[in-house]
């Protein structure tokens, strides 16, 4: 659980970064500010997991995706964030109505080519790596009593 709370809490200090920041962010920058939030995340949650669960690979595993979740959240989390800071809350609204998916079907589109943003795929897997080694090495390395 603490896992969980601390990766929402890193996921949201994400989104607002990207809120203050949107305007003045280039391509390269944003995928690497994903791209480090996604490994921030996971490491946090790794740590935890791995003090925590010691030898358990279950908690490794559900730290693994913890971290994902929070890798993915913070980055659709940071879409209706950005669109009220644009436009004000009633576009929020707005865009619930229409299309409440929206902050997630933008995660897996690249706009600018019509295809797929690996990106996205790409911080899930760092997310979950960081997490699951991260456990398994502090995991191993703590004595059980």
């Not at 790794?46 to 913890?66: D, F, M, S, T, Y």
Request: net charge neutral; charged share 10%; aromatic share 14%.
């Amino acid at each position: 659980m603490l896992g969980f709370f601390v990766s929402v809490i890193v996921s949201l200090l994400y989104s607002g970064l990207i809120t203050l920041t949107y305007q003045d962010l280039t391509f390269v920058t944003a995928n690497t500010f994903y791209l480090g939030h996604a490994l921030l995340n996971g490491a946090v949650v790794g740590a935890l997991v791995g003090a925590v669960g010691h030898r358990n690979h279950g908690a490794w595993i559900c730290g693994a995706v913890i971290a994902a979740l929070g890798a993915f959240f913070g980055y659709t989390n940071a879409w209706p964030l950005v669109l009220a800071s644009e436009r004000g809350g009633g576009a929020v609204w707005d865009m619930l109505r229409y299309d409440a998916l929206l902050p997630a079907r933008s995660w897996w589109n690249d706009e600018s080519s019509g295809g797929v943003d690996w990106f996205s795929p790409l911080g899930l897997l760092v997310a979950a790596g960081a997490a699951f080694g991260l456990a398994y090495l502090i995991g191993n390395k703590r004595r059980q009593a």
